[in-house]
Every structure is written in C-alpha cells, then in structure tokens.
C-alpha cells in the first residue's frame, strides 16, 4: 500500500498553461507538505496544512495555490507555467507538526514537471 | 550565513571505509534534528532522528553538538549502496530547515 501517493508522476507541458498536482496520504496524519526541489538539488518547502489549514506559506508565487479538501489530500495548482517552474515537486506528511508525536515526514514520488 | 548548511560534496569513498559528514545550524533554539537519505531521482527518506545523547543505528552513527551547533552522521563500512545523498533536517520553530545535502559516492 502506498503510503503517499503523487499523480501525475511526469508532466511535461508549455509555457503558460495551468496545471494541478494531486496529493494523497492513507497514513492518518494530519499535516502535509508541498517541497520544490530544483535542478541543483535543493529541497525547499512551499506550503504546510494542518487539518486542511494552512500553516506555512512560504514565499512562492500566487500562481502556485494548493488547496486541502480533506485532511488526506493537499492538491497544488499551478497558473500561467513559466520556465523557472520546471523542477520535481514532493509531497509529503507527517503527524501534527505542533504536538509532541514524531517529526518524520514521509515522502510522495515526486512530480517531475517540465515546462517547455 | 544559511540556516542550514552542508558541505554538498561529492565524498567520494571506497567501500568498507569510514566516512563523516557535519551539518551546522544557525539557531540555537532549535528542537530536532535528523537525517534523511535520497536516492537518484527519488524521494527523501528519514534514516534517523539525532538525540542529545547521541544515537546509532547499525553502521549509522549520529551526534548533536548543541555548543558548537551542528550534527554529524557517521557511517562504517561503507557500503555501495550507501550511495546517496545525504540531507540535514533542523526543526526550529515548528519549522523544518533542509539543508542542501551532501552527496557521498561509495566505490567499489
């Protein structure tokens, strides 16, 4: 069973399109995570929600909006693609990242967007 | 100076040797500290969390040094499939700070 699952896996598309990213976990947690990690290797977060609230909104373009329908899925959309996008996008979770359980986070596939 | 900083490698080591690596913070009032390990075109995985005392797991070693602010992981007889990269996790602020990862090579 996957614990956290990503779709789709590679999405190679053009400038100026919107896409979305889904996210799923069956691990019960209650936060979850969009990461970016660019062509230097560099793992740098996005968002954080907790209970489908948003807790950490780093500085990232407002062309990037995730959205949490439930507790178990954190989906990021992304308007008007530009080249600088392109980059592997994780998702991951953990248990409530303010309460004393254990910090790890558990990781997705990743999503290899490629914008061209 | 970052939050989180790693010497980004390669180390590049031959199999059943010994290899270090430190990861130093900024803030002193950070919580918890880990290590994670990435695969090629994978994603990360925790390999271990880092405590006060010090702790180890196989042939994985992990340190804190609170004084001097930074955390090591110590790996014997290295294995090819160590091969890796390897990144610091600092929680600081109900925030967890990634650092860039230090790539280690494993030769036969």
């Known amino acids: 069973d996957t614990a956290v699952s990503q779709t789709p896996k590679y999405l190679v598309t053009q400038m100026g399109n919107d896409k979305s990213i889904k996210c799923e976990q069956n691990l019960g947690h209650d936060t979850m995570y969009w990461y970016k990690q660019d062509s230097k290797k560099f793992l740098k977060i996005m968002f954080s929600y907790n209970n489908k609230e948003l807790i950490i909104n780093e500085t990232v373009p407002n062309r990037f909006s995730p959205k949490s329908p439930d507790k178990a899925h954190l989906n990021l959309h992304i308007n008007s693609l530009e080249l600088g996008d392109s980059a592997v996008y994780f998702c991951a979770s953990s248990q409530d990242w303010r309460g004393p359980g254990p910090d790890t986070q558990y990781f997705g596939p990743g999503t290899r967007l490629t914008v061209l | 100076r970052k939050e989180v900083e790693q010497d980004p490698g390669p180390f590049n080591v031959p199999e059943g040797a010994t290899v270090a690596f430190n990861c130093t913070y900024s803030?002193?009032?950070?919580?918890?500290f880990f290590w994670y390990r990435q695969d090629c075109r994978k994603e990360p995985k925790l390999l271990m969390s880092v405590y006060s005392s010090g702790n180890e797991d196989g042939r994985f070693t992990a340190q804190l040094n609170r004084a001097s602010q930074y955390i090591s992981l110590l790996i014997r007889d290295s294995k090819l499939s160590d091969s890796a990269t390897y990144l610091c996790?600092?929680?600081?602020?109900?925030?967890?700070?990634w650092g860039a990862g230090t790539k280690l090579i494993i030769k036969p």
């Open positions: 996790v600092v929680r600081s602020n109900y925030q967890l700070i």
């Open positions: 803030n002193s009032a950070s919580q918890s």
